[in-house]
């Protein structure tokens, strides 16, 4: 995908000492999918272009249409319409669920199903965490470029990125990391995910599903998010910020002089080395 198929230039008035100053910003270039399930519209998505394979069985995976990649029988993507045939197909029937998914979310196709508690041994190093955090901050060209996007990663336990995902929505860049790894029989209990989104009740929904063991995010989490963190066994850890990192306020920028990171859940995951002067 190149960049001039993801950002555009737009003109625009910039204030900036003072006065206004004529400037050309790099916008992301917002994308619609609509996708077809079995011959029945299922939703329209607004989302960066590219990775809209993994996209759409990330997505059909968390809101429960499918178990396993192999749930699907075949996916086609032409014309911004993915095609996708369901060799077993679950509930809800898509003929009743069509809607929109924005760039923010939009609303959840499906509530329902039993969410299994994660089976991992997987133990991480704190350090390893604020390492995967930087990379994905690294590695976010678009946002970068436009700051206007959202970031998610897989990583192994020592910290090296099995892929890194940026789109407009957080819910985007989730349901293409899952689909990314179901697409290669990725095993993600043995890997840990890391992300720029707030983590709520949905984004935990689908991360549970997924069975990630551990996952930490820049931001904050909720209530629900921490309560279904619990239910599943799985680790949460919210305000991920290294030494350094620039925290964006409504006033102003924000450096962080030590690195913090708050875990709210299975704790038991995250390991520390003491270091102790001879």
Known sequence: MSRESICIKMPCRKLENGRFMDADPAVIIESELNIIVNGERLATASLLPGMEKEFVTGYLFGQGFIKKQADIASITVESRVAEVTLS?????????????IVSGGGRTAFAGGHLSPIESDLTLEKMVVFKAMNRLFDMGTVYKETEGAHAAG????????VCIIEDIGRHNCLDKAIGYALLRNIPL??????????????????????????????????????????????????????????????????????????????????????????
């Open 189 to 278: 209990r043995n890997h840990f995910l890391v992300s720029t989104g707030r983590m709520s009740s949905e984004m935990m929904a689908k991360l549970c599903r997924a069975g990630f063991p551990v996952v930490a995010t820049k931001t904050a989490v909720t209530d629900k998010g921490r309560e279904i963190a619990l239910t599943c066994g799985m680790t949460l850890i919210g305000f991920v910020r290294d030494t350094g990192m620039k925290i964006h306020t409504d006033m102003s920028v924000r450096i962080i002089k030590e690195p913090v990171m708050k875990v709210y859940t299975g704790a038991h995951r995250i390991t520390y080395r003491v270091y102790r002067n001879s």
């Open 154 to 161: 897989i990583f192994t336990p020592h910290g090296e990125a």
């Open 88 to 100: 077993n197909p679950m509930v809800p029937s898509p003929t009743t669920a069509s809607y929109r």
